[in-house]
């Protein structure tokens, strides 16, 4: 039981590995309840993008940790999605490069860089109605979520739907495009600091055989069940 009025707002934590749909998903659940839509895989884009463009290795992690403290990120809601600036500019397309997606998770493993988005994350869901989406959201940054889903679907699977997604804009083959995923889903895994994990109290969902509007429904639902049972 809430005493502050918030009881109207939860938090949802959605976790999982790279193409799950967590975004899709998060997005649309969002929109349907009304809550705010925060995509923190964004937020390591971002810091990554920043740091190929200063020529800073991903590996070098004082200089990684020193430019971190430097960006000011902000998330805004988007038309498709989220538009997010980076010290004022607009970086949304810029982040979701292949350069930035073939180092995102060397950047991710920095202990300083996450530090400093976990806490801003934390910001952004103090006062509730958001749903979240990244590796360790219900594990670590919100283990106090009121609802937690870990989405999962097959490597083919993500590999699949990936596929499409960029069809014809980059010239990268299915097969390519499952070792990178399985290649990111082992660096999320087992990186030191809040490594990609279920946490014990998730909800697993495995979206193979799965449309985005089931998943969706599904998640809608646990959240409903989720604000009664706070009122
Ligand atoms: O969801 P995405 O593919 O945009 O995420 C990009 C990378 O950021 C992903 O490889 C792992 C990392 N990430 C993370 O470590 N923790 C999060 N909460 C979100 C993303």
Known sequence: MHQDGDSDRINIAIDGPAGAG???VARKVAEQLGFIYIDTGAMYRAVTLSALR??????????????AATLEIEMLPGENGQTVLVNGE????????????LVVSLVAANETVRTILGNMQRRLAERKGVVMDGRDIGSHVLPNAELKVFLTASVQER?????????GTQ?????QL???????DRLDEQR????????????????????IQ????????????????AK
């Open 171 to 175: 010239s990268v083959t299915l097969e």
């Open 22 to 24: 967590k975004s899709t």
């Open 90 to 101: 607009d970086v949304t397309e810029h982040i979701r490069s292949r350069e930035v997606t």
């Open 54 to 67: 200063k020529s800073i290795q991903p590996q070098d992690r004082d200089k990684l940790a020193a430019l």
């Open 178 to 184: 499952a070792q990178e995923i399985a290649e990111r």
């Open 214 to 229: 089931e998943v969706v429904a599904a998640i809608v639902k646990l959240s409903r069940t989720k604000l009664a049972e």
């Open 159 to 167: 590999a699949n739907r990936r596929f499409k997604e960029i069809a």
């Open 192 to 211: 030191e600091i809040a490594p990609l994990i279920c946490a014990s109290d998730a909800i697993v969902m495995d979206s193979t055989a799965m449309t």
